[in-house]
């Protein structure tokens, strides 16, 4: 568990918990290129079990970095969109896991998941609400024998999703999605996947084949 109580300072997080410093992750802000997912060779690559910020502390995901994280994600304590940088932040591993406190996500690289079969757990109070701001990119993508798993940490209470209508990506493909309330933002699509009821402002199609005729 990292547990994340101080303040950040040039992209560094200093938690009070620790006397060394934290390695540095944030660099120089990149220009975006639309649809660019996160590189196959990052320049770092941070994993941590399950993650914790408290105390209003921020953090900075920096250019070509990775946060990999395979457990709980609980932002509850952060400042408000303070979770920033042009790196992106990346569930990983099999274990089922619970995602608070998502409006603390600001202006991130994005947030990914490309593990087939991975259960996210999505909170329900208001600082559980995840945006997905203007250049901020979302990429959720299992297989068809296993795909991945949005849900509400209490089943058949709306998890909150708000879409910018010009993301820098915005790919659900091959998900399982349930009790997902995206009305507050840009219609949002799932390609390939199981409407399993209770979503709002949801959109489900299958690719279109090429030469396929569509009437």
């Not at 941590?48 to 395979?70: H, Y």
């Not at 058949?156 to 708000?162: A, H, I, M, R």
């Not at 309330?181 to 399993?196: H, K, R």
Request: proline letters at 7%; aromatic letters at 6%; hydrophobic letters at 40%.
């Amino acid at each position: 568990l990292a547990k994340l109580m101080g303040f950040c300072w040039a992209g560094m997080v200093t938690p009070m918990a620790m006397r060394t410093r934290p390695p540095r992750i944030s660099a120089q802000r990149p220009k975006r290129r639309p649809g660019v997912l996160p590189p196959q060779m990052p320049a770092m690559t941070l994993p941590i079990r399950s993650i914790e910020v408290v105390n209003k502390a921020m953090m900075t995901i920096g250019e070509g970095s990775v946060l990999q994280v395979s457990g709980d994600v609980d932002m509850t304590g952060a400042k408000a969109a303070s979770v920033v940088g042009e790196g992106w932040f990346e569930f990983v591993g099999g274990d089922a896991v619970s995602f608070r406190g998502a409006s603390s996500v600001g202006a991130l690289g994005g947030i990914v998941c490309t593990n087939a079969g991975k259960v996210i757990r999505f909170g329900t109070a208001a600082a559980d609400k995840l945006t997905i701001g203007l250049g901020v990119g979302i990429v959720m993508k299992g297989d068809e024998e296993s795909p991945v798993q949005l849900l509400s940490e209490t089943d058949g209470t709306p998890w909150s999703l708000s879409l910018n209508a010009n993301p820098s990506v915005a790919t659900f493909e091959h998900v399982a999605l349930k009790d997902s309330d995206a009305s507050t933002g840009a219609p949002a699509l799932a390609i390939s996947s199981q409407n399993l009821g209770n979503n709002t402002n949801w959109g489900f199609s299958n690719p279109i084949v090429p030469g396929e005729t569509i009437t």
